[in-house]
Nanobody
Framework: QVQLVESGGGSVQAGGSLRLSCAASGYTASMYCMGWIRQAPGKEREGVANIDAGGGSTYYADSVKGRFTISRDNAKNTLYLQMDSLKSEDTAMYYC????????????????????WGQGTQVTVSS
């Protein structure tokens, strides 16, 4: 059974940083492209960033490019999202997700391309 458990969310002022973590279990996480999705109040879920199985290729939403960095440690079955220069519009629930793609993912994934996700961690950025 796939389990994804996020941590690291919280409240921060604009311009600050947070690092999200996601512990994966129940499957061989190192074999799949994974990513982060977010949902702001009143908005649809948005694919924020994703990374291929080996960690060599990453893809970002235009809104976070240059500010967010996705990475993974396959030895620890853990996915990360480093968020810098946070803005109020980054306020959302952030979800770690496992994609339907084994190995590589050659584009920024949309919500329907993920098969499993965690319970989420709240990020609140105040201006």
């Amino acid at each position: 059974q796939v389990q994804l458990v996020e941590s690291g969310g919280g409240s921060v002022q604009a311009g600050g940083s947070l690092r999200l973590s996601c512990a994966a279990s129940g499957y061989t996480a190192s074999m799949y492209c994974m990513g982060w999705i977010r949902q702001a109040p009143g908005k649809e879920r948005e694919g924020v960033a994703n990374i291929d199985a080996g960690g060599g290729s990453t893809y970002y939403a235009d809104s976070v490019k240059g500010r967010f960095t996705i990475s993974r440690d396959n030895a620890k079955n853990t996915l990360y999202l480093q968020m810098d220069s946070l803005k109020s519009e980054d306020t959302a629930m952030y979800y770690c997700a496992k994609s339907m793609y084994g190995g590589s993912c050659s584009h920024r994934l949309k919500e329907f391309e993920y098969t499993d996700w965690g319970q989420g961690t709240q990020v609140t950025v105040s201006s």
